[in-house]
């Protein structure tokens, strides 16, 4: 089963920016859909973006849509977060996941993105 690694979290000023890394071990990264979903302080884990296997296609919320970019290397194992124009409130932790058969059952163990104002 694939397992995942996150890098490139860090502390940066409003308005900065940040690339988040996921690195997927496992000869199958390219047969799966993944997702960045963050977790604030004392608030649930929210969906922040997805794309598909073939990165055809991808998904944001609404509150980084503009803003974050998701983007993968199959060829590298690896899916990325461009995320600019950040905001104090974009302040979680970072995960990465992977998609088997509709659920999001494969998890990195997160990166801290802080953003100060």
């Known amino acids: 089963q694939v397992q995942l690694v996150e890098s490139g979290g860090g502390l940066v000023q409003a308005g900065g920016s940040l690339r988040l890394s996921c690195a997927a071990s496992g000869r199958t990264f390219s047969s799966y859909a993944m997702g960045w979903f963050r977790q604030a302080p004392g608030k649930e884990r929210e969906f922040v973006a997805a794309?598909?296997?073939?990165?055809?296609?991808?998904y944001y919320a609404d509150s980084v849509k503009g803003r974050f970019t998701i983007s993968r290397d199959n060829a590298k194992n690896t899916v990325y977060l461009q995320m600019n124009s950040l905001k104090p409130e974009d302040t979680a932790v970072y995960y990465c996941?992977?998609?088997?058969?509709?659920?999001?059952?494969?998890w990195g163990q997160g990166t801290q993105v802080t953003v100060s104002s």
């Open positions: 794309i598909s296997w073939s990165g055809g296609s991808t």
């Open positions: 996941a992977a998609q088997i058969d509709s659920d999001w059952v494969v």
